[in-house]
Nanobody, 115 residues
Framework: QVQLVESGGGLAQAGGSLRLSCVAS????????MGWYRQAPGKQRDLVAA???????NYADSVKGRFTISRDNAKKTVYLQMNSLKPEDTAVYYC?????????WGKGTLVTVSS
């Protein structure tokens, strides 16, 4: 069984930065196809950024140029560096597989951006 634990969220001002981490533990051999998703209050969960099976990255249009996904395979950890934060980035952020979120969802980490 695989567990995903997200951390690094918090309160940030508009224009600020946060770095999220997602640690995968258990029976998982690779984090090559992993992504970050977010769910704002009252909205569906959407993809934010991900690594594809070719190793390239995929970003939602709303975060291109501001967010960067990275990973440490040895630590089985995926990161999301978020810069130039906007109030509309406020959401609970989760990591999971990509393009299919095939793992059990973790609790996520809450990001709140104030204007």
């Amino acid at each position: 069984q695989v567990q995903l634990v997200e951390s690094g969220g918090g309160l940030a001002q508009a224009g600020g930065s946060l770095r999220l981490s997602c640690v995968a533990s258990g029976s998982i051999f690779s984090i090559n196809r992993m992504g970050w998703y977010r769910q704002a209050p009252g909205k569906q969960r959407d993809l934010v950024a991900a690594f594809t099976n070719t190793g390239s990255t995929n970003y939602a249009d709303s975060v291109k140029g501001r967010f960067t996904i990275s990973r440490d395979n040895a630590k089985k950890t995926v990161y999301l560096q978020m810069n130039s934060l906007k109030p509309e980035d406020t959401a609970v952020y989760y990591c999971n597989g990509y393009p299919t979120a095939w793992l059990a969802w973790g609790k996520g980490t809450l990001v709140t951006v104030s204007s």
